[in-house]
């Protein structure tokens, strides 16, 4: 059973900066892409960002210039740099891994961007 266990969520301050973690239980190279999807109180559930086994990247346009999506293929562990953060990046926030027709979902964790 694949797990995905993220870390790194809290509360923080308009264009203030978190930086979320999740480690994946096999190779990550198993997978064809890793990410992250977010789900705002009341909304559904969005792409935020991925990478795939080539290192390419993709990102959603609400985060682009602001997330950064990274992987450390050795620790099987990837990663989200938010800068500039704002009140609309509040969600829980979801890592993703993909294998063709199926997408692994890890525990949600809460982002929330309040003064």
């Known amino acids: 059973q694949v797990q995905l266990v993220a870390s790194g969520g809290g509360l923080v301050q308009p264009v203030g900066a978190l930086k979320l973690s999740c480690t994946v239980s096999e190779n990550i190279f198993d997978f064809n892409a890793v990410g992250w999807h977010r789900q705002a109180p009341g909304k559904e559930r969005d792409f935020v960002a991925s990478?795939?086994?080539?290192?390419?990247?993709d990102y959603a346009d609400s985060v682009k210039g602001r997330f950064s999506i990274s992987r450390d293929n050795a620790k099987n562990t990837v990663y989200l740099q938010m800068d500039s953060l704002n009140p609309e990046d509040t969600a829980v926030y979801y890592c993703?891994?993909?294998?063709?027709?199926?997408?692994?979902w890890g525990q949600g964790i809460q982002v929330t961007v309040s003064s």
């Open positions: 990478i795939n086994v080539n290192g390419r990247t």
């Open positions: 993703t891994a993909n294998i063709p027709f199926r997408r692994y």
